[in-house]
């Protein structure tokens, strides 16, 4: 799968205007006609498509994905690498928020059938789907930093101070609740309607005649077996996930991958452009992977088959 | 495209199932709201030219930055155009963009859908291998990319967008498409000698249209959200044109968000109030057309 993805940065590498060998050539270090057709070849850039790929790969495994045209000397690989911190750190805080809200809602939805609280959370969880990321940024932005003032408006670190924990967290909190909610709203409506299935079911009926309580019914009986297509849905959601981050970050300056590609997109930086997207697009593979062994895990029945 | 089948006459005439399906629909209380929304909008996007003095490129240099007034409904921006008057254009921009992508992205969300599932098992698997590579790659990121190599404008915008958006469609299709490959009606007219093309339009595409339409409803609103998320990192629509994701990125500069809140949360508010009657119509009508439906 990752290979697949390559080949097609490959060929939309190739598609991007202007000599792929620029890519390569460190801005900062000047270079004569012979070293660069020494490069050429070293890159096998004089040879058929498929070979050049071949090429290609072989540096970028190695880890040499060439150099930024706009930040004039820097390898793309340590600058992308960097980034990959800060966007985990917001994309997890904000995915573990939207998971606990979302289940927990999902479930009061489906107990509370067409009753208020289900109703309000309803219309609630639609909002929340289509509201895009940067306009609910921009709203949180304007009501808690700039009329409440109870949060920094952007960046990781307080400017100017040494690194700490809790400054951070100052940071952290407000974007991730804020890219929460569109997953919240997600994961809300699946776990109702999964819920709700469940709930149907003849076991369940059959736990609540040998006198199991209601709660525990709902919590151990019914919400185990709900989960399970909400795991999927939120493998495949951290797709998704990245794009609401890459508006966030560039909302809140946050120095991510997200910030990192916008700006690269902006200034057709594209050596930058395709390490990140190979990098990002390598993640949200293995993280769609770890699901698949998650679903495992919850789900014995899985093992068998 | 004819959906209709002639009747034999003297059959009885009972509701048809898309009739039905449409009694469905209109029975269901929060597809009405999107309706209620959503029609003043199309209205007032499609008909400002007629009714609103100002056009959208307009300047009146004696209102820059100036809230909302009789003069500007909805306030004025930073060289002095009129927001009302921008907003409804934006919306217009943003309708068209959206409607034309949709358009690109089902035809080719059928015809692929379509040909994996008639065209035989390499063509399918090579097919689906492809989708599936669409579908694990991060959407926004693509987008990014594509957009980077595409440039800035209505058409590279529609392009992009319609790019990105059909694998779901086309896992769909083949979904539906592989079931009814099996049926008597389709294996009969194989043997008579049918040839792909009647077999994609006479058979394939009627009893997949339920699918294209949900799709088609609900990708509107998500094409208008990824138009918008473009232009908001400057990579859809171009300024001077307006579009309501053009218009929000104004507020990425502090000034704007801060002190003039007006050039910002109308075009915003107008872009979750369509996104949120569209998505309301487009679940109404995956209920209407789920039979299974009836049931809860």
Redesign the interface.
């Known amino acids: 799968m990752v290979l697949a993805l390559s080949v097609l940065i490959f060929l939309l590498l190739r598609l991007a205007p202007g000599d792929p060998i620029d890519a390569y050539i460190n801005p900062s270090v000047p270079l004569s006609p012979q070293d660069l057709e020494a490069l050429r070849l070293r890159l096998s850039l004089d040879q058929p498509l498929p070979i050049q790929y071949l090429g290609w790969l072989r540096a970028a495994l190695s880890g040499d994905f060439g150099y930024s045209i706009q930040r004039s000397g820097v390898a793309v690989l340590p600058l992308v690498l960097g980034r990959v911190g800060p966007t985990v750190l917001l994309m997890g805080t904000g995915l573990a928020i939207a998971i606990v809200v979302g289940i927990a809602g999902g479930i009061v939805s489906a107990v509370r059938r067409n009753a208020g609280p289900d109703i309000s959370l309803s219309v609630l969880s639609f909002v929340g789907i289509s509201s895009p990321a940067f306009l609910t940024a921009l709203l949180g932005l304007y009501f808690f930093s700039v009329l409440l003032r109870w949060a920094p408006s952007g960046g990781m670190q307080t400017p100017g101070t040494p690194f700490s924990v809790f400054d951070v967290l100052t940071h952290l909190i407000l974007p991730a609740c804020l890219l929460s909610i569109g997953h919240a709203a997600m994961i809300m409506r699946y776990m109702r309607s999964s819920l709700l299935e469940v709930l149907g079911q003849d076991y369940v009926r059959t736990a609540r005649a040998k006198g199991v309580r209601e709660f525990w019914v709902i919590m151990k009986h019914a919400t185990r077996n709900a989960l399970l297509p909400v795991i999927t849905l939120i493998g495949s959601t951290i797709g998704i996930a990245v794009g609401g981050a890459i508006f966030l970050e560039s909302v809140f300056n946050w120095p991510g991958m997200g910030l990192l590609l916008v700006n690269a997109v902006g200034t057709r930086d594209y050596p930058v452009i395709m390490g990140a997207t190979l990098v990002v697009g390598a993640c949200v593979i293995l993280v769609n992977l770890l699901t698949d062994i998650a679903y495992a895990f919850v789900d014995p029945r899985v093992r068998v088959s | 495209m004819a959906l209709t089948t002639s009747m034999g006459e003297g059959v009885p005439r009972t509701k048809g199932p898309l009739r039905r399906a449409f009694g469905r629909f209109i029975a269901n209380r929060?597809a009405r709201a999107g309706l209620v929304i959503l029609i003043p909008i199309l209205l007032a996007v499609s008909t400002y030219h007629l009714w609103w003095p100002i056009g959208p490129n307009a300047i009146d240099l004696r209102a820059m930055n100036k809230g909302p007034s009789t003069a500007h409904w909805l306030g004025s921006d930073g060289v002095g155009r009129d927001v009302m008057a921008r907003v409804l254009q934006g919306g217009r921009i943003s309708l068209i963009v959206a409607v034309g992508s949709v358009a690109i992205s089902t035809v080719i969300g059928f015809l692929v859908g379509a040909i994996a599932s008639f065209g035989g098992r390499v063509v399918d698997s090579t097919v689906m291998?492809l989708v599936?590579?669409a579908m694990?790659?991060?959407?926004?990121?693509?987008?990014?990319?594509?957009?980077?190599?595409a440039g800035t404008g209505i058409m590279p915008t529609i392009l992009v967008i319609s790019l990105l958006s059909w694998p779901v469609l086309s896992r769909m299709v083949r979904a539906r498409l592989m079931e009814l490959r099996e049926r008597d009606f389709v294996v009969a007219a194989r043997g008579m000698g049918a040839r792909m093309p009647h077999l994609l339009l006479r058979h394939g595409l009627p009893n997949s249209i339920d699918i294209l339409v949900v799709y088609a409803t609900l990708q509107i609103?998500n094409a208008i959200?990824l138009e918008?998320?473009l232009s908001?990192?400057?990579?859809g629509i171009p300024p001077p044109e307006a579009s309501w994701g053009n218009m929000?990125n104004l507020?990425?500069s502090?000034i704007v968000?801060?002190q003039y809140?007006w050039q910002?949360m109308f075009p915003?508010a107008a872009?979750?109030l369509t996104?949120?009657a569209i998505?309301?119509i487009g679940d109404g009508l995956r209920d209407a057309f789920d039979p299974r439906s009836d049931l809860?």
Request: glycine share 8%.
């Open positions: 929060a291998r599936d590579l694990t790659s991060p959407p926004v990121i693509f987008l990014l990319v594509l957009a980077s190599i609103a959200l918008a998320g908001f990192l400057g990579l929000l507020a990425r502090t968000l801060e809140p910002w915003g872009l979750v996104v949120l998505n309301f809860n």
